[in-house]
């Protein structure tokens, strides 16, 4: 069978696509997956942001799928609907295939749009079993994981158990059924490993937990370095690990960093997600070998500097630094001390806008974030399908927008028992800018042509909607925010 896979082209704040351009994970996987006598075709419509539609429509001419699979966040929902019309206006008959966090956690938001079948949970499996039903004209009753219609009814059937990475069940991510390029981050040809997946946290704002429980499974270490090898082989000078949380096994995450150095791919970059505690706990061998193994930028799930936030956030305990099982407090300073010490750059993961906040307890942690962190990632609490933050947000009343294409994190969406939505993204937008302004020259020693050849343009992306009047402090600048608001709608149009 011919099958296209999308991911969708939707962006947020820090990403810029003139800086960032990432491959989807999930599709390579997929497509590594499927008996190996289909047609499959992996587009990441990010590569084609300013003209999704042509590209969609060029697609499913030259290659006539009989299957269109999407990939799909919540802030995409919108336009994987203008998607799912348009191809189905190209080709009536083509069955249209869901999977990603929202349709899965959500799947009822779709019922309305012309899909067919919704994945829930991982899809390697349950994708590979859809598409032998449909080529021997089975039904789909016994493929777990798995929602469709039947006679105008959604039927969901059981879900399936999540799997065991250790037992070879997944294969290896098949990047040759990519059919864009394009993939950069900060200059460099970028591409996604995973080493791991799950997690035995339970954050209120991460989906996880509702998508696939408290579990944690690891590939081998071998195939890692295979995965690797091959996106080396197929130009990625960047490796975005994109594991849940890969410091749950420091020991086995050490283990990793060895064999990235042993096998001589410490030439690459990395780029990891990582909890504070984690990092301190094992800071005087984990971050110089980290640092041999090439890390270069490391989020930090930093999340908030409060004490009530973090409760609230239910992100204490990752960010609490131990020793001999004892509570030595914070993690956040130390962590960043030793990522610093050894030449990595943080990635500073903040949320601020949580329903006790006020003007003080967000500058608090903007501040922190000046002084701290190289690169801010400072989002406001999204409410999310199934985290149980959504929950507490709707029992207070606190959701503002339902719009969920505004749902991509930085825009804020509820507000807090003090402060409008309004106040709290113009808090974060006002300090936001001018960290990133600070990491140019950093990330100029790096990559100085990228960064000469497109300054201009990524300085415009971080101040739209900004006059000089208003940068000088002559004008209010909340006209700039205002101005800001109004580029980030239109930018969301994609189709
Ligand atoms: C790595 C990661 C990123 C990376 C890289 C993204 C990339 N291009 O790969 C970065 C840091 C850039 C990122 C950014 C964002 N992310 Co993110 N990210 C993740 C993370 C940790 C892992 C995703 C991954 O690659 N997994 C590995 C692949 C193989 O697994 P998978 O994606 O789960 O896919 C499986 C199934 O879902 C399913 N599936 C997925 N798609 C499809 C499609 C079809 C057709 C089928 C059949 C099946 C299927 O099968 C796959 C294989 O089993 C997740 C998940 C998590 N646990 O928290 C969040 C997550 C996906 N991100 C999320 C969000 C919100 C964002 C941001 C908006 C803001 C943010 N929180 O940072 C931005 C938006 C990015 C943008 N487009 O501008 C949310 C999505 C929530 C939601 N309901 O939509 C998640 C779930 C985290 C959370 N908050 O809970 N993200
Ligand atoms: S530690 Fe990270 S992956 Fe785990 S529940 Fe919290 S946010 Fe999600």
């Not at 959500?106 to 349950?126: F, K």
């Given at each position: 069978?011919?099958?296209?896979?999308?991911?969708?082209?939707?962006?947020?704040?820090?990403?810029?696509?003139?800086?960032?351009?990432?491959?989807?994970?999930?599709?390579?996987?997929?497509?590594?997956?499927?008996?190996?006598?289909?047609?499959?075709?992996?587009?990441?419509?990010?590569?084609?942001?300013?003209?999704?539609?042509?590209?969609?429509?060029?697609?499913?001419?030259?290659?006539?799928?009989?299957?269109?699979?999407?990939?799909?966040?919540?802030?995409?929902?919108?336009?994987?609907?203008?998607?799912?019309?348009?191809?189905?206006?190209?080709?009536?008959?083509?069955?249209?295939?869901?999977?990603?966090?929202?349709?899965?956690?959500?799947?009822?938001?779709?019922?309305?749009?012309?899909?067919?079948?919704?994945?829930?949970?991982?899809?390697?499996?349950?994708?590979?079993?859809?598409?032998?039903?449909?080529?021997?004209?089975?039904?789909?009753?016994?493929?777990?994981?798995?929602?469709?219609?039947?006679?105008?009814?959604?039927?969901?059937?059981?879900?399936?158990?999540?799997?065991?990475?250790?037992?070879?069940?997944?294969?290896?991510?098949?990047?040759?059924?990519?059919?864009?390029?394009?993939?950069?981050?900060?200059?460099?040809?970028?591409?996604?490993?995973?080493?791991?997946?799950?997690?035995?946290?339970?954050?209120?704002?991460?989906?996880?937990?509702?998508?696939?429980?408290?579990?944690?499974?690891?590939?081998?270490?071998?195939?890692?370095?295979?995965?690797?090898?091959?996106?080396?082989?197929?130009?990625?000078?960047?490796?975005?690990?994109?594991?849940?949380?890969?410091?749950?096994?420091?020991?086995?995450?050490?283990?990793?960093?060895?064999?990235?150095?042993?096998?001589?791919?410490?030439?690459?970059?990395?780029?990891?997600?990582?909890?504070?505690?984690?990092?301190?706990?094992?800071?005087?061998?984990?971050?110089?070998?980290?640092?041999?193994?090439?890390?270069?930028?490391?989020?930090?799930?930093?999340?908030?500097?409060?004490?009530?936030?973090?409760?609230?956030l239910r992100a204490s305990a990752k960010n609490t630094a131990r020793e001999n099982g004892h509570s030595q407090g914070n993690a956040t300073i130390r962590a960043i001390e030793y990522l610093h010490r050894n030449k990595m750059y943080?990635?500073?993961?903040?949320?601020?806008?949580?329903?006790?906040?006020?003007?003080?307890?967000?500058?608090?942690?903007?501040?922190?974030?000046?002084?701290?962190?190289?690169?801010?990632?400072?989002?406001?609490?999204?409410?999310?399908?199934?985290?149980?933050?959504?929950?507490?947000?709707?029992?207070?009343?606190?959701?503002?927008?339902?719009?969920?294409?505004?749902?991509?994190?930085?825009?804020?969406?509820?507000?807090?028992?003090?402060?409008?939505?309004?106040?709290?993204?113009?808090?974060?937008?006002?300090?936001?800018?001018?960290?990133?302004?600070?990491?140019?020259?950093?990330?100029?020693?790096?990559?100085?042509?990228?960064?000469?050849?497109?300054?201009?343009?990524?300085?415009?992306?971080?101040?739209?909607?900004?006059?000089?009047?208003?940068?000088?402090?002559?004008?209010?600048?909340?006209?700039?925010?205002?101005?800001?608001?109004?580029?980030?709608?239109?930018?969301?149009?994609?189709?």
């Amino acid at each position: 069978m011919n099958v296209l896979l999308l991911s969708m082209p939707d962006y947020f704040e820090h990403m810029p696509p003139v800086a960032v351009r990432m491959p989807n994970g999930a599709l390579t996987s997929l497509a590594g997956n499927v008996d190996s006598h289909h047609q499959v075709a992996v587009a990441d419509l990010i590569l084609a942001h300013g003209r999704v539609g042509e590209t969609v429509i060029r697609l499913t001419r030259e290659l006539n799928p009989q299957v269109v699979g999407l990939s799909v966040m919540t802030f995409q929902r919108r336009t994987a609907a203008r998607i799912i019309k348009l191809v189905r206006s190209l080709q009536p008959d083509v069955k249209i295939v869901l999977g990603g966090y929202d349709p899965g956690l959500e799947p009822q938001a779709y019922r309305g749009m012309g899909v067919d079948y919704i994945v829930r949970g991982e899809g390697e499996v349950t994708f590979r079993e859809l598409l032998r039903a449909l080529e021997r004209k089975q039904g789909a009753e016994e493929i777990c994981g798995l929602s469709y219609q039947n006679g105008g009814r959604w039927i969901d059937n059981p879900a399936r158990a999540v799997h065991h990475l250790e037992e070879g069940e997944i294969r290896r991510p098949n990047r040759a059924a990519r059919v864009l390029a394009g993939y950069t981050l900060l200059g460099r040809p970028v591409d996604v490993v995973e080493t791991s997946r799950g997690c035995t946290y339970d954050c209120s704002f991460c989906s996880i937990i509702q998508a696939r429980g408290r579990n944690f499974h690891t590939y081998s270490i071998e195939r890692v370095l295979e995965d690797i090898r091959d996106a080396q082989a197929k130009g990625a000078r960047t490796i975005f690990l994109v594991d849940d949380n890969i410091t749950l096994n420091v020991h086995r995450f050490e283990q990793l960093c060895q064999a990235i150095i042993a096998a001589g791919l410490n030439r690459l970059d990395y780029f990891v997600q990582a909890m504070t505690s984690a990092i301190v706990s094992h800071g005087q061998t984990l971050a110089p070998l980290m640092r041999r193994a090439g890390f270069r930028y490391v989020f930090l799930g930093i999340e908030n500097i409060l004490e009530g936030d973090l409760e609230f956030l239910r992100a204490s305990a990752k960010n609490t630094a131990r020793e001999n099982g004892h509570s030595q407090g914070n993690a956040t300073i130390r962590a960043i001390e030793y990522l610093h010490r050894n030449k990595m750059y943080v990635v500073g993961g903040l949320i601020v806008g949580n329903p006790d906040d006020t003007s003080q307890s967000i500058r608090a942690n903007l501040e922190f974030a000046e002084r701290y962190v190289d690169w801010p990632y400072i989002q406001h609490p999204t409410p999310y399908p199934g985290t149980p933050m959504t929950e507490e947000f709707r029992q207070r009343g606190f959701i503002t927008n339902e719009r969920v294409e505004e749902y991509d994190g930085t825009t804020a969406v509820v507000r807090s028992e003090y402060l409008t939505a309004e106040e709290i993204e113009y808090l974060r937008w006002k300090a936001e800018r001018w960290i990133k302004l600070r990491h140019m020259p950093a990330a100029f020693r790096h990559d100085p042509w990228f960064i000469l050849r497109y300054a201009p343009e990524m300085f415009a992306h971080t101040f739209r909607g900004s006059t000089l009047r208003g940068l000088l402090g002559l004008e209010d600048d909340r006209k700039d925010f205002a101005r800001y608001k109004q580029i980030r709608r239109e930018e969301r149009t994609y189709l």
